[in-house]
């Protein structure tokens, strides 16, 4: 059984251009969540997808944007990017009545 | 709103010694826990959680955490630690609908 797979795994973008990094859930998990991670810190709530609406939204900009597909897998894009959006971006999958999320590897992106 | 305090950024601690990380939460409602693991360059693996019924909950590799309502805490002990239980550890307290608010994480160091 396949967990939650992430792509890329590392990126590299000048400032000013839009990225997409991409989520396939757990297999049977119809809940797409999204985290940033900046260096020495903890993760922090972007959005959640569920039946291809986002559901819940953190405290991120709008150049923060998202989208799942019916196959429950999750895009997430970030557009005119900034230096401070240097960062491991975490994919967590689940099952909508379920409170545990299962992480995938991450997506390093850098900015320079 | 939910918050999660780590006291500790580094906890450094010799081989088969007891160690324990601490976490504080404050919520204004019931509040599911977690202990997250990350080991270098990779994402986060869910090491226990508590959910309700009996506050000490356990892992499967020799951690414990012991929920205290009246202190608002869920600190990580394990008695005796490994060289590979070095890692970054992360507390983290969900209102719900699995979206989850993460400390910035202790990181274990654990040497000969």
């Known amino acids: 059984d396949a967990g939650v797979t992430q792509s890329p795994t590392h990126l590299i973008k000048t400032r000013g251009q839009q990225v997409t990094l991409r989520c396939s859930p757990k297999s049977g998990h119809d809940t797409v969540s999204w985290y940033q991670q900046a260096l020495g810190q903890g993760p922090q709530f972007i959005f959640q997808?569920?039946?291809?609406?986002?559901?819940q939204r953190g405290n991120f900009p709008d150049r923060f944007s998202g989208h799942q597909f019916p196959n429950y897998s999750s895009e997430l894009n970030v557009n005119a990017l900034l230096l401070g959006d240097s960062a491991l971006y975490l994919c967590?999958?689940?099952?909508?009545?379920?409170?545990?999320?299962?992480f995938g590897p991450g997506t390093r992106l850098t900015v320079t | 709103a939910q918050s999660v305090t780590q006291l500790d950024s580094q906890v450094p601690v010799f081989e088969e010694a007891p160690v324990e990380l601490r976490c504080n939460y404050s919520?204004?409602?019931?509040?599911?826990l977690f202990w997250y693991v990350q080991y270098p360059n990779q994402g986060l693996q869910l090491l226990l959680k508590?959910?309700?019924?009996?506050?000490l909950v356990e892992s499967i590799n020799g951690f414990e955490a012991e929920f205290n309502k009246s202190q608002t805490s869920f600190h990580l002990r394990k008695p005796s630690v490994h060289i590979s239980d070095t890692a970054e550890y992360f507390c983290?307290?969900?209102?719900?609908?699995?979206?989850?608010?993460f400390g910035k994480g202790t990181m274990l160091l654990v040497s000969p």
């Open positions: 919520s204004s409602v019931s509040v599911y």
């Open positions: 967590a999958s689940s099952l909508d009545y379920s409170i545990e999320q299962y």
């Open positions: 983290a307290v969900s209102e719900g609908y699995s979206t989850l608010t």
């Open positions: 508590y959910l309700s019924g009996s506050t």
């Open positions: 997808y569920y039946e291809e609406e986002e559901r």
